[in-house]
């Protein structure tokens, strides 16, 4: 972890212009602490700091850190110095920096890149937004399925410097075409002048290069993978995709379902460096929709305000049965949320949970008619106990049922009709549940009690 | 991913009784998608599939069954089998089979093991639950300094196919004291008569066995390494924790997360698995305490019910109100929990989270405020809308920041109290939202209107 003793040190070091020490202590650091302590600096202090690092670390730290310092570090460089760090940049890191780009700047700094990098940048670039493409790097070792282990162990420490991980090593035919990913292990277990193909068992996983990146997650999740390869639509192997950037994947996409989830939709930033009039945009407008969903709920309660003007103990539980309805909504919402998210149940599981969801529902909401008729017993007094109880009892276990559906089914429809589950958020069931709720509430008051009936 | 295709094919070749057909469908399946179809099955026929498979798959497969269905099969099996299969698992996955064990049942468990089997798993099953401990393989691979880079490849080629994963070597002292990680690769491009010590660069990454495995999640996302060291407390080296597991370790945790702001405890199996009555004996708990909360809202609501019978269009606006007071507060909430579980935020940073989020409330509760003060002007009419428009506009301001402030102080209140600070769940800060946003909200009411006084 970010040592907070380092950091500290670091920059006390800093301030003190003692240039030796500093030097020191960053050789001393990981680079990923290094980029979590720039964060903490001033402008200028972070330029010091990468300029005292040795060439190839600084490419390294200036990959990890956030898009905002990114792009202000580069902003504050010497144009040759941006050049190199640019150049030095590993392809996939590249792409990240250049996709967080707004259009107008993402030219002048395409500009900076030599030929070749712009080239397969501007390739990288063309896949879709959140694709796997925009993740791969294409520096992968590649051999040939007749080449001897010897030829391909040779190939293999030749090519390690340039490749990312060479933890797998990928056999293709001469058009390029995958036809298995080999273990290193097996290259340095088998015999010297074995043939590559008696290590193939073309058991390996790829993915299209144009597949959405929670795909990818999902494989290398799925099949415990280290490097996953990435081809174009034929078969051709394009580059390669390590685990460490498909967690980092995996923590975004779990990150903007909380996000959703919450009713704020999705930050892209990290909170940290969010601004106020930022978060203040985010979060206002499901706010105000969710305000047109709750006038919607007033309306329903004035129409029923004959109603609770002849019996006024109605309010009291007013709050009490629109929020259980809401909380069972959010629970069942989230588990499904959850579920869906991470392969637990798929859209063709629905009736089998509608069917459990609906008993769970139907215990909750029993247990709780009962709990909340027993205070209506209470509240009702000798007169009206007895109905009083009737009705709020009733009203508890209809609503909990229709929150739980909703926040079972709202997931499984969004997901039906390729929309995000997530946007199910726990705010939008407990409204549209608010609305709902009041409308059986003063439905069933109204048949329990003989009240004046409603005012449309 | 499940190729939902296979597991069709392969359940009606089990029940034409087709067995050529099935073994050879089975050779071509993963073992995680044999796994999953499983699952699909009936008891017999999960057993028929696990003894159709060779000797080294069976084990690989009942790793990835969900521990349900390990516990069914592995009763299902004839003593010699289970034997076997309980044998042949990796320590890891041995561990995580018996872990999931009652007591009573756990003892009979362990009288299956070979006595070395034995030993390990007691050792491994000492450590704390949900610790390093217990998700760490001890076969890993080990060097001297001052071998040789031929002899450590000689050993490395020996132990392979003991070893879990070799893309890491470990140099250790004779005392097994961790000195550092050396990538497989190194060796392959060392000079074979180098010394292995002038690989070494002593930039290794290792975590006590007694941590949290949430602490090892941490160090293997930020530090982006395949394989985790996990050494006793005076660095001597006792296994290895690879990133896959460490994948599924967080994928629970944030599982977990989820859960927890959803209002239902956690689970800890697949919702697909859980039976209606353990769903509801995780989610009646949490509603039941919130209805004690929703009860104060109630008596709230009582206090003020003069308040009520003299305005009645009081009421109109209460769900709104209220459900604003709550929606912004599960924005805060759902933000500030999911940047502390991923480090995102610090306890530390409070003070200026805090700072930030008011002002963001500020222009949120404004925004709305103003909005609704604009319905209150047409819903009080020529007679009352100048107070009602202030009343409500009012009321929005206060319950919004209210709200927000709620949402995002008590996850740092309980992360301080080394609680999770998830705990916070959306429908606890909706709920104790309600009970202050009334109380606010007719407060200002009987200030601005002079209405009659609260009856306490």
Tied chains: 1, 2.
Excluded at 304 to 318: M, Q
Excluded at 378 to 387: D, H, S
């Amino acid at each position: 972890m970010a040592e907070k003793g380092e950091i500290i040190e670091l920059i006390a070091l800093l301030r003190l212009k003692r240039d030796e020490d500093v030097a020191e202590k960053l050789e001393e650091m990981a680079v990923q602490d290094i980029a979590d302590a720039m964060g903490e600096l001033e402008p200028e202090e972070r330029l010091g700091v990468l300029r005292a690092l040795p060439v190839e670390r600084q490419t390294d730290t200036f990959s990890y850190l956030t898009s905002g310092l990114q792009r202000e570090v580069i902003d504050n460089l010497e144009q040759t110095e941006a050049r190199r760090v640019l150049a030095e940049l590993v392809p996939d890191d590249r792409t990240a920096f250049l996709e967080n780009l707004e259009p107008e700047d993402l030219e002048n700094f395409l500009k900076l890149l030599r030929p070749e990098d712009l080239k397969q940048s501007l390739k990288l670039l063309g896949y879709p937004e959140e694709s796997m493409g925009r993740l791969m790097t294409p520096r992968f070792v590649a051999v040939r399925p007749s080449w001897t282990v010897a030829r391909a162990l040779d190939h293999i420490r030749h090519e390690a410097h340039r490749g990312e991980t060479i933890n797998f090593v990928f056999v293709t035919d001469e058009r390029g075409h995958l036809l298995d990913a080999v273990k290193l292990k097996d290259f340095i277990l088998a015999r010297q002048d074995a043939k590559v193909e008696s290590l193939m068992d073309e058991e390996f996983y790829s993915i299209q290069a144009a597949a959405d990146r929670e795909e990818g997650v999902q494989v290398i999740q799925r099949y415990d993978i280290n490097t996953l390869a990435v081809t174009d639509k034929n078969g051709v192997l394009l580059g390669i995709v390590t685990v460490d950037d498909i967690m980092d994947v995996a923590e975004q996409e779990t990150t903007e379902d909380f996000q959703k989830l919450g009713g704020t939709g999705t930050l892209n930033v990290s909170l940290r460096e969010a601004t106020p009039g930022f978060l203040y945009r985010k979060r206002i407008g499901w706010l105000m929709i969710l305000v047109l969903v709750n006038l919607v709920s007033g309306l329903s309660i004035a129409m029923f305000e004959g109603a609770i003007e002849a019996v006024i103990a109605l309010v009291f539980f007013l709050p009490l049965i629109i929020a259980s309805s809401g909380n069972a909504g959010s629970q069942s919402a989230t588990l499904m949320v959850r579920a869906l998210a991470t392969g637990d149940v798929e859209l063709k599981d629905w009736l089998r949970l509608w069917g459990k969801e609906f008993s769970v529902a139907l215990g909750l909401g029993v247990t709780m008619g009962l709990a909340v008729s027993l205070i209506g017993l209470w509240r009702g007094g000798p007169e009206l106990g007895m109905e009083l109880a009737m009705v709020v009892g009733f009203a508890m276990l209809a609503v909990v049922i229709m929150g739980a559906m909703l926040g079972m089914l709202l997931p499984f429809i969004l997901q039906r009709f390729n929309m995000d589950p997530a946007t199910a958020s726990t705010p939008l069931i407990t409204s549209v549940a608010d609305v709902l709720g009041i409308l059986i509430y003063f439905s069933i008051a109204s048949a329990i009690l003989t009240l004046p009936s409603p005012v449309a």
